[in-house]
């Protein structure tokens, strides 16, 4: 089952299904295959049992050790540096009021405990998933929660007084269990520096979140004066592999298709309205990619690299050995390595206009 974590605009959203296809991969974890952990990561919304207490609003109930508590963090550190309460906004629009700053997350993205972390707020993740622990051991202490049958008992025992995950349909289990969730999922590098700055806000960090949110802008910034103006002609097509049987792809207002157009590049799905469609191998061919692109872990790649495809020998990227393989999370993950994601795409789009800084994102 290919991917989905990938948003669109609010009014023409992927289906619950759709986002199965498409979350993110873990960024250490070479050889788990796209599809099953993209699957795994949003299915955590999917489950739901037990229920527990509704903590007040803004704040750790009462009796919560809290982890600068527990570390015997000094009380500058806690001093306020936002005026509370506050309120922000999530990636989808829905508002939330914090009294306080949250000083007990859970986490059950890859990609907001990526942010956390820049933030400089990674002891104050108190649950994360399972598919964020092995990407970030830097993590300790924090309860691993899993993603096919989440305990909501003992999450809310946990009193997080923040959660930050995926849309889906047992939101309001979680608002009514009084949990405040904030929904990450990002389209574009805008977003990532959009969420480091309101996160940032949210946790009374707002001058580490306004730094992280300007050193990526920068970084994508350094990749686009690279590339400079190109011509429509210039643009490779480009054609993403999200799973080969059956053939998924990132169609307009994925993360994948962002990172296409950033990258100097044409997505040859560019039209499909789904953010994550299923398409046909007679597609694919007729709309000749120039380049053909997945991660590591689909198997896909190779068996076109070995022209073990029948029907796609025509292909340009196929017959010119133009098939990049990158980390999963590279590729799929909306974080602050997003600025990396598109300097090694580009090296392989146009070679000649952006050197590649280092060799962690591609293989051929």
């Known amino acids: 089952m290919p991917l989905t974590n ?17 979350q993110s991969a873990g960024r250490r974890r070479p050889g788990t295959r796209l599809a099953a952990l993209l699957a795994l990561c949003a299915l955590f919304v999917l489950a739901a049992c037990g229920s527990g207490p509704r903590p007040p609003e803004g704040q750790a109930p009462s009796g919560a050790a809290l982890p600068s508590e527990a570390a015997g963090a000094p009380a500058s550190e806690a001093a306020s540096h936002v005026r509370y309460p506050i309120t ?7 508002a939330l009021t914090f009294a306080a700053a949250p000083r007990r997350i859970a986490s059950f993205v890859p990609s907001a405990t990526d942010l956390l972390l820049a933030l400089g ?24 929660m899993d993603s096919y049958n989440v305990d909501f008992e003992a999450l809310v025992a946990l009193r997080p007084d923040l959660v930050l995950t995926l849309p889906g349909p047992y939101l309001d289990q979680m608002h009514n269990l009084g949990l405040q969730v904030y929904i990450l999922e990002p389209e574009d590098a805008d977003g990532v520096a959009r969420d480091l700055r309101t996160l940032g806000e949210i946790l ?9 949110a300007r050193r990526l ?18 643009r490779p097509k480009v054609f993403f592999e999200a799973s080969a049987n059956p053939i998924f792809t990132a169609g307009r207002g994925s993360y994948v298709d962002f990172l296409i ?17 299923q398409v046909t191998a007679e597609e694919v061919v007729a709309r000749a990619p120039d380049v053909i692109i997945g991660t590591k872990s689909d198997p896909g790649l190779d068996e076109l690299r070995a022209g073990r495809r029948p029907g796609w020998e025509s292909v340009p990227a196929v017959r010119n050995g133009r098939i990049y393989a990158y980390d999963d999370a590279l590729l799929v993950q909306p974080d602050t390595h997003v600025a990396e994601a598109i300097r090694a795409l580009a090296h392989d789009l146009h070679p000649d206009l952006v050197p ?6 591609a293989s051929r």
Do not use: C, H, M, W
């Not at 590649?356 to 994102?361: F, H, I, N, Q, T």
């Open 6 to 22: 990938r948003p669109t605009p609010l009014a023409n959203r992927p289906t619950t299904d759709e986002r199965r296809r498409a």
């Open 88 to 94: 922000v906004t999530d990636d989808t629009g829905a």
């Open 121 to 144: 707020a990674g002891d104050r993740i108190v649950a994360i998933d399972k598919y964020s622990a092995p990407q970030f051991p830097e993590v300790e202490g924090a309860a691993v």
């Open 204 to 212: 009374d960090l707002a001058a580490q979140g306004e730094q992280a």
């Open 217 to 234: 802008e920068d970084q994508v910034s350094r990749v686009a004066a690279q590339l400079g103006t190109l011509s429509d002609a210039s």
């Open 261 to 277: 157009r950033a990258a100097g590049g044409t997505n040859v799905f560019g039209d499909q309205e789904t953010a994550y469609p």
């Open 356 to 361: 590649l800084a280092s060799e962690a994102g």
